[in-house]
């Protein structure tokens, strides 16, 4: 069974250009969060989706950043425009939704590694 | 809100020695769930252990395994027979078992050197 599957691996970008990261779920899971990782502040949840309804976007940090859920499987997250602050490590992870017997984890793509100029 | 503490950013251990990595929550809620993840160079975050909130019983994994105190908050990790490569960054982390708010907070993390 695949796993979560994260494009690109790896981004070089200039400040201004659009960036889109994208996320294909585990087949059966239904709930998706986009995490962004750095040295300085660690794992920040970004936004999750429950049966791609948002359910909580309130770590988004800007209106530059939007996540979509287009279908069950599929997630992209944008940024428009990049900033060289927005440079990061972003993961995408999936889980079963709560109550369908699951213990909860998450599993996590291989991360993609931003790098704004 | 919810909010996990691990309050040692750095640990050393010697190799086949034994290490605890702290990690202590708070919330409000009852039913949980409560995770270690380790995250190598790769990248790649990995499930080590997981603990239900409800149940009083210690996870353990093979070498891993978990000191949950759940009136005191506390979930600490203890790696026996430490090996080169559990050297990470481990990452406590603590989901409400409600659906309508079971989204992941993660501790800041703790790197873990193993010494030869």
């Known amino acids: 069974d695949a796993g979560v599957i994260q494009s690109p691996r790896h981004e070089v970008t200039e400040m201004g250009q659009e960036v889109t990261l994208r996320c294909k779920l585990i087949s059966g899971h239904n709930s998706l969060f986009w995490y962004r990782q750095t040295m300085m502040r660690g794992l920040e949840l970004l936004i999750y989706?429950?049966?791609?309804?948002?359910?909580?976007d309130s770590g988004m940090p800007e209106d530059r950043f939007s996540a979509k859920m287009p279908n069950a499987s599929f997630s992209t997250l944008k940024i428009q425009p990049s900033e060289p602050r927005d440079s990061a490590v972003y993961f995408c992870?999936?889980?079963?939704?709560?109550?369908?017997?699951?213990?909860?984890?998450?599993?996590f793509g291989e991360g993609s590694r931003l790098t704004v100029l | 809100a919810q909010t996990v503490t691990q309050s040692q950013p750095e640990m050393s251990v010697q190799e086949a020695e034994t290490v605890t990595l702290s990690c202590t929550y708070d919330?409000?809620?009852?039913?949980?769930?409560l995770f270690w993840y380790k995250q190598p160079p790769s990248r790649q975050m990995i499930l080590v252990i997981r603990?239900?909130?409800?149940?009083?019983q210690n996870a353990t994994e093979n070498r891993f395994s978990v000191n949950f105190q759940k009136a005191a908050k506390s979930f600490s990790l203890k790696i026996s027979d430490s090996q080169l490569g559990d050297a990470a960054m481990y990452f406590c982390a603590y989901r409400n078992a409600m659906n309508r708010d079971d989204k992941i907070i993660f501790g800041k993390g703790t790197r873990l050197h193993i010494l030869p």
């Open positions: 992870a999936s889980s079963l939704g709560l109550g369908q017997g699951n213990t909860g984890e998450l599993f």
């Open positions: 989706f429950n049966n791609n309804v948002p359910i909580d």
């Open positions: 603990q239900e909130a409800y149940k009083q």
């Open positions: 919330t409000s809620e009852s039913d949980y769930y």
